[in-house]
């Protein structure tokens, strides 16, 4: 079965990206938790491994130190994706945009900046009002201007294999100030056609989670707890995290800290961070507006369009949060695809897999009138049966989640069942415009 691919980015590029690569990380560099015992994010991991998901084959071997988080240099892990596309002998990748719907068996999987050509005929078609709403980019720091005479190294509990994490501590008076500064700051002005658009939970700016309350940050993405200052033996009153951004360890992202702040008031507000105060920005943060489908009106359980079947929907414009959802999504679309053009029938994982879990919120398990961009999570899975210990809740989901996974894989046909032909995943069964 062969595959054309097509790719706007490389004769047309996007709000957000920088490059022309492949599966490019816009905002964080983290794929979250990578515990498969007690974090849905984890199992749902570890479950792309056991389908032979070509983004997870990539985020392993490009993986960086980030405590028990999976991070990854960004770079070579676009690099590697794009390199595996480009050399697949069954995928045909072009560098074009798409402006209409496909007439043959095609997957939309666009993401949340599909081109305004290709959005319109989609609306045409469904009928539906998309959804819409900012999503935002956290700044990088060069990590030789970080001062470490200040910041220490540390994960929160000590998690993890290491200290993987600068940590920039601040008393109170420091936090207040740095408060006040994000209310005062001068922010990025709408454009019309952005006005009205709601934030997205997931990624809400720092500055407008400063305005929910003085002390909304500080039980947020400033949280001290569980992170002790090496000087004072105590918790700050606040703290900074950052995040290695790549694999040489020399760019670092600030945790967090996506943000509509105009570029000027970024530099002079967050250098006002302890350790910050020589920081030298290789990205600062930024806007964009992100754009989903109603997928629990609009698609079926299989992923198709309802009113034009012969059209499935993949990864973020399903309305699925995260790079993982947004793969697994992906992959589920391009093994039912694959499987229909065969004549083979695969039915849909079942929800008590992670994997099976994201399939049924976004395809009927969400209301439509309430519905936002959700990431995978146990309240997504069915109750366990019977009673529980609530410490032992999460490794019973991740349990049965295995053994729902198991039994799954031992139904598919084997064209579909194979890591070779699960490693065209999103990435390399999509029209993407």
């Known amino acids: 079965m062969h595959v054309r691919l097509s790719e706007m980015r490389g004769v047309e590029g996007t709000p957000a990206h920088r490059t022309d690569a492949l599966a490019e990380l816009v905002c964080s560099n983290s794929f979250r938790s990578d515990d498969p015992e007690r974090n849905a994010v984890g199992v749902l991991h570890a479950e792309l491994r056991a389908l032979g998901s070509l983004i997870m084959r990539e985020a392993d071997a490009h993986r960086v130190p980030a405590g028990s988080a999976l991070a990854v240099d960004r770079d070579g892990f676009s690099d590697g994706v794009t390199r595996a596309i480009a050399n697949h002998p069954n995928v045909t990748l072009m560098r074009e945009r798409v402006d209409a719907l496909p007439q043959g ?51 929160r509990w000590d998690k993890g294999e290491g200290a993987d994490y600068i940590n920039c501590p601040l008393d109170r008076n420091q936090y207040l100030a740095f408060h006040a500064a994000l209310l005062a700051g001068e922010k990025t002005a709408f454009k019309d056609w952005e006005a ?44 900074v995290q950052l995040r290695q951004d790549n694999a040489l360890g020399t760019l670092w ?30 990205r600062l943060g930024g ?28 990864g973020q414009i399903t309305g699925c ?3 993982i959802e947004s793969a697994a999504i992906g992959l589920l679309a391009g093994s039912f695809a694959a499987a229909e053009l065969s004549g083979e029938t695969v039915t ?14 976004i395809t009927g398990g969400a209301s439509a009138a309430t519905y936002q961009p959700t990431n995978v999570n146990f309240g997504l899975f069915p109750p366990l049966e019977g009673k529980a210990r609530k410490g032992d809740r999460k490794a019973l989901y991740a349990a049965r989640a295995r053994a729902g996974l198991a ?27």
């Open 321 to 323: 949060e995260g790079y």
């Open 348 to 361: 849909p994982p079942p929800s008590t897999t992670a994997i099976g879990a994201l399939l049924g919120h």
């Open 253 to 282: 992202n600030i945790v967090g800290f996506q943000t509509k702040l105009k570029h000027a008031e970024q530099v002079s507000i967050f250098r006002t961070i302890p350790g910050l105060c020589n920081a030298e920005f290789a």
């Open 407 to 433: 039994d799954w894989m031992l139904t598919l046909p084997r064209p579909v069942a194979t890591a070779e032909a699960a490693r065209a995943d999103s990435s390399a069964l999509a029209a993407t415009s």
């Open 196 to 239: 009205g658009t709601p934030y997205f939970e997931g990624c809400m700016p720092i500055e407008v989670m400063a305005e929910r309350g003085v002390d909304t940050l500080r039980y947020g993405p400033m949280k001290p707890v569980g992170l002790d200052d090496p000087r004072t033996g105590r918790w700050p009153y606040a703290v």
């Open 287 to 314: 806007l964009h507006r992100n754009t989903f489908i109603k997928a629990p009106v609009l698609l079926d359980g299989m992923l198709r369009l309802k009113s034009a079947p012969h059209i499935r929907f993949a």
């Open 105 to 155: 068996p095609a997957i939309i999987a666009t993401g949340p900046l599909t081109g305004s050509a290709l959005a319109a005929a989609i609306a045409a078609e469904t009928g539906k009002d998309a959804l819409a709403f900012f999503d935002a980019l956290a700044p990088i720091v060069h990590r030789e201007t970080i001062d470490m005479d200040v910041a220490w190294m540390a994960s």
